[in-house]
Each structure stands twice: as structure tokens, then as C-alpha cells.
């Protein structure tokens, strides 16, 4: 355990609430003898932080398809097994493509003064050829009409090729508050959505060239490495993936005969920027080391259980997605829901949990690329019956419920019940007895972009919690690493989580589903 956790005081115990606000023919039952040995496992003996910073300083960055990820699966494995989960596994999903690494980055600027930059490489791009001394140049190609007037001026330079970044000074010095008591109720308030007509079908101007086409050009062009910005936080990278990397599958080749495409921070990317407006030259040294695999590989999810006993075929499940962008270890998107998930486990197996149905554990990847991993498994192993080339698979009417983390490092102030007006009596009265932890809240309205959607859009319960703001992380970017991570937050989260689990795995039916 991190000595700045051995610090903190055991959170209090508190009143076990459990009032439930159900449906008048349903109270939902809770468990209190188990939700006190829970409270106390979670909050007086945690583990989360170990696993928190295990993850975060020691395994590091996790894109989907490096060998980063791949190390970490592979201690992920390890560590469930040695808890006593049954059936640990890597289950594969795609042929994803090649591994990619970035090993190296060295960025500095030379003329017309001497300064170290901070910058990353876009995954899935090609290194530099070595380490290269080469003037800069502000570039503006949006057009056809636009590609003229550059051709054959480009040869051998650094170009940038995004707007200066308007930096946000308010989350710089003022940090993301809290959520408070009004913006709780907020959420809790029923909105319907006013009903607008389909928006008229957008015709692409064909003289406007898109990212991938622009990136061609550059390349036709011998462009040394291209610099880009799109973060709006002093210190901070942000950067993805390389345009029309999805769409040749992430290939070796697609790799190897990208342009090194490098985002820096803002306040490194703006000094050249103006540098150059000023009419004066502007001189860079960079160089980009990435290792780029030689054969197509299998992504691969993680999956254990708790094995159930009467109704040990029907299926709970708990997740968070493992992967990460490669510019830091991600400490809160999303090493904080992994290590909540995996201390959620050790929780229940610390009590002694005997559930009636199987609690499943799944730590997904290619989440960042587009929920890749969790819809794969969902398409898998329960079907879907809204398209009648997969239909329904047998599994699909024994799983009972998943709950997902993703959002932040903060802690659970609800749940967000996403459109599935029947589970509100049970997601509240499993609310109840962590009242006292923040957790009051059931918001009618339904969230995105992360894996729950998997479930959700096929028909199956599949939930979100709803977290807290919270100042000091930084996800998607190099800045998001433990020092932004709050102990006590991870704390509550893990122990709500094993309860919410608990309760599902042991209710007398499984979790309503919308419209039945």
C-alpha cells in the first residue's frame, strides 16, 4: 500500500439505509449483514490504491495492440488468478493488426532559441529517420485549390498544421468542481428530449480534403514530420490515432509509409507558431523512435469469475476497459475503473461471497478505438436481436446485468439508469446503504462512449455509474498519472461496486429489461 494511503483514516461505517424506493408490488431486498462486511473489507482493508499505482507506475501506457498492452494482460491474468478467481482467460476478438510501440521521443527547439519541447507521437505512425535538424513551416490545406501553392516546398521540413490553441485558463487555475447538491438534482429531473426532424444528408464537398487526404499529400510531398495541437491545457499533449488507421486494419505497411505525426503542448506548439508569423525562421530537432510489429495479431479482452451456485448459468457482470492512449498510464481513464473492478473482486472473495449467479469480471481493450473489445464479446457470446443475421444467442436471456466504470477517477455519486425505467427500484434500493458516501442519485437519463453501450444497444441492462468532477486528473492526455488520483474516491467506488454486484447476483430475478 502507498504510504499516502496508510495515511488516511478508515471511512465511518455509517447508518445502513435501506428503504428502498420500489415499485409497490417489488421491494428489492438488501443485504445488510453482507453490506457491512463489505463496507468494512472496502474501506478499512482496501487494496485499490495498490492496484491503482501498480498499473499506473509500473505497466504504464496500454494501447490496444502493444506490447505494453500485452505485458499488462499478461500481470492483469496473473493477479486474478492468485485472488482465486475461476476461469481466467485472454479471449481474443480480431485480427487487430500489428503491435505498435513508441520507444523513444526527443523534441527540441534550436532557432531562434534554445528550448526543450514536450511532445508525443500519434499512435500508429512511423518514426523519424533518425534524429533530424529541420526548419519549420506553418501550413493551411484545406482545398484542392489549396495544394498548389505548397507543392514542392515542403521537401525535408517540419510543417505545422493546426490553428494555434486557444488555451482554457478557467480549468487551469480554478481545476473541475465537485458536482453539487443543485447539479444532482439536475440529473435526477425527467427531460424529454424535444422530437426534431432527421437533419438533412450533409453532400461532402469533393474540393475539401480530409484528414487522410491531406496526410497523403505531406507524405507525396517528402514532408520530414508533421506537428500538430488540440489541447487546450497548458503542459498537456493530446493525440489519438493516425487518420485512416481503422480503415487498413492498423497495417504494418500503413504504419511504416505514415508521416511521423507529433502533437505537442500548447504552449511549446503556440511559441512556434508565432515565431513564424513573425516572418523569422524557426529550427527544430526531433527525433521519433516506434516500434512497429511484423505480423497481424489478435486483440484480446480479460475475463474471470466468481463462479455462482443455484443459479450459477445466469451471469452478472463488472467491467472496465484496460486500454489506454500510449502518452502516460492513464491513472484515471482508465486505470481507475480497472482497479476498482479488480478490488470489487477482491472485496467479495474477502467476504467470503457465495453468489447465486456467476459474477463475471471483464477488463476490455480497443475501447478507445471505438468499444471494439466489449462489442465483440457481446456480439459473441449474447447475440443480438435486433439484427437478424447475429439474432439472439442462448446466453443472452441468463445475463442479468453489467456495471461499468469509465468515467473519471472520481467517486460514484449515482447511476445513471438509461432509459430502463424498471431497474429504478432495484439500482435504488442497492443505493441505500451508501448514502452517507455520496451516492444518492438515480438519473433518468442515458450515457455514451464507453462499454455499457455494448450491452445497452442489444437490449441487455448494462450501466454506467454516475461520477463525481474532480480536479487534478487529465485523461487522454500525458498528464494523467496518480498524482491526480484520490484514494478515498477509488475506495467508495470499489466497495459500491462489489455491493451492486452482490445484490444482483443474489436477487431472487434477474434485472429488467426495457419494454418487458
Avoid at 482465486?84 to 527540441?108: K, Q, R
Wanted: with cysteine; aromatic share 8%.
Amino acid at each position: 500500500m502507498l504510504s499516502h494511503v496508510r495515511l488516511l483514516r478508515p471511512l465511518a461505517a455509517g447508518t445502513l439505509l435501506l428503504a428502498a424506493a420500489a415499485l409497490p408490488h417489488a421491494t428489492p431486498s438488501v443485504d445488510p449483514v453482507m453490506v457491512a462486511r463489505i463496507r468494512e473489507e472496502g474501506l478499512q482493508h482496501s487494496n485499490v490504491m495498490e492496484f491503482e499505482s501498480y498499473i499506473t507506475d509500473v505497466l504504464g501506457a496500454r494501447l490496444t495492440m502493444s506490447n505494453d498492452m500485452k505485458r499488462a494482460q499478461r500481470w492483469v491474468q496473473g493477479e486474478l488468478t492468485r485472488m482465486g478467481l475461476a476461469n481466467v482467460a485472454a479471449e481474443p476478438y480480431m485480427d487487430y493488426g500489428v503491435t505498435w510501440d513508441n520507444t523513444y521521443v526527443s523534441l527540441h527547439l534550436l532557432e531562434p532559441d534554445y528550448t526543450p519541447m514536450v511532445g508525443y507521437p500519434i499512435a500508429h505512425t512511423a518514426g523519424t529517420a533518425g534524429k533530424l535538424d529541420v526548419s519549420a513551416v506553418i501550413v493551411d490545406v484545406q482545398s484542392r485549390d489549396d495544394l498548389a501553392k505548397y507543392r514542392g516546398t515542403l521537401k525535408g521540413k517540419a510543417i505545422l498544421v493546426t490553428p494555434p490553441a486557444a488555451v482554457d485558463l478557467a480549468v487551469l487555475t480554478n481545476g473541475v468542481p465537485r458536482l453539487t447538491e443543485k447539479d444532482l438534482a439536475a440529473l435526477e429531473q425527467v427531460t424529454i428530449a424535444p422530437t426534431r426532424p432527421a437533419p438533412a444528408r450533409t453532400i461532402r464537398n469533393p474540393d475539401l480534403l480530409n484528414a487522410e487526404e491531406r496526410m497523403a499529400f505531406y507524405k507525396s510531398e517528402g514532408v520530414a514530420v508533421v506537428f500538430q495541437c488540440e489541447s487546450g491545457w497548458l503542459g498537456a499533449v493530446r493525440g489519438y490515432s493516425r487518420p485512416g488507421s481503422a480503415k487498413d486494419g492498423w497495417s504494418r505497411d500503413g504504419m511504416l509509409n505514415s508521416v511521423p505525426l507529433v502533437a505537442i503542448t500548447p504552449e511549446h506548439y503556440n511559441r512556434m507558431y508565432r515565431i513564424l508569423k513573425r516572418g523569422m525562421p524557426v529550427k527544430v530537432e526531433v527525433e521519433v523512435r516506434n516500434a512497429i510489429g511484423d505480423r497481424v495479431e489478435q486483440a484480446m479482452n480479460i475475463v474471470a469469475e466468481i463462479p455462482g451456485s443455484d443459479l450459477k448459468d445466469e451471469i452478472v457482470m463488472m467491467g472496465a476497459h484496460l486500454d489506454t492512449w500510449h502518452a502516460s498510464p492513464n491513472a484515471s481513464d482508465n486505470t481507475s475503473g480497472v482497479a476498482v473492478v479488480m478490488e470489487a473482486a477482491r472485496i467479495l472473495k474477502a467476504v467470503g461471497a457465495k453468489p447465486r449467479r456467476t459474477i463475471r469480471l471483464a477488463l476490455w481493450s480497443g475501447e478507445e478505438q471505438g468499444l471494439f473489445g466489449s462489442r465483440a464479446y457481446v456480439r459473441k457470446h449474447f447475440g443480438n436481436p435486433k439484427d437478424s443475421t447475429i439474432g439472439a444467442k442462448p446466453e443472452y436471456e441468463k445475463l442479468s446485468v453489467y456495471f461499468n466504470q469509465d468515467y473519471g477517477a472520481a467517486q460514484y455519486r449515482g447511476i445513471y439508469l438509461q432509459g430502463n425505467e424498471l431497474a429504478r427500484a432495484q439500482l435504488t434500493a442497492w443505493m441505500e446503504p451508501f448514502r452517507d458516501l455520496g451516492m444518492t442519485t438515480v438519473s433518468n437519463q442515458g450515457v455514451g462512449s464507453t462499454d455499457h453501450v455494448s450491452f445497452d444497444e442489444v437490449g441487455l441492462p448494462g450501466f454506467q455509474f454516475l461520477q463525481d468532477h474532480t480536479p487534478g486528473t487529465g485523461g487522454h492526455t500525458n498528464m494523467d498519472f496518480l498524482e491526480g488520483i484520490q484514494a478515498n474516491d477509488l475506495m467508495k467506488n470499489a466497495t459500491i461496486m462489489a455491493s451492486y454486484v452482490y445484490h444482483a447476483a443474489m436477487a431472487d430475478s434477474r434485472m429488467p429489461r426495457k419494454g418487458r
